[in-house]
């Protein structure tokens, strides 16, 4: 059973930065869609930011130019660099991981539990203006 375990989450002012980190148990991150995705309160679970098993990285529009996904191929770690913060970024932060192809709506609109395979526990993020 793959596991995720994120960490990183806090409390920050408008326009700070924020680094979240995932920690997983899979061989390689290398065979795996992995991303981030979140949820605030009241509202439907979304795709933040993707990166692909062959290294290509997806964005939701409201984070592009702002947010910054990576991995660390030999720790098996996924990374989400998150720079000018908006309170309507406030949200519980997950890690998720998918053996194949994420699609390609993944970062659009929301996303239900069987958009990815394995799930993180979540990490809070609150921006205060």
């Known amino acids: 059973q793959v596991q995720l375990v994120e960490s990183g989450g806090g409390s920050v002012q408008a326009g700070g930065s924020l680094r979240l980190s995932c920690a997983t148990s899979v061989y390689s991150v290398t065979q795996y869609c992995v991303g981030w995705f979140r949820q605030a309160p009241g509202k439907e679970r979304e795709g933040v930011a993707v990166i692909e098993a062959d290294g290509i990285t997806r964005y939701r529009d409201s984070v592009k130019g702002r947010f910054t996904i990576s991995r660390d191929n030999a720790k098996n770690l996924l990374y989400l660099q998150m720079n000018t913060l908006k309170p309507e970024d406030t949200a519980m932060y997950y890690c998720?991981?998918?053996?194949?192809?994420?699609?390609?709506?993944?970062?659009?609109?929301?996303?239900?539990?069987?958009?990815?395979?394995?799930w993180g526990e979540g990490a809070l993020v609150t921006v205060s203006s």
């Open positions: 998720a991981a998918r053996k194949l192809r994420c699609p390609t709506t993944v970062v659009h609109g929301s996303v239900d539990e069987y958009a990815m395979d394995y």
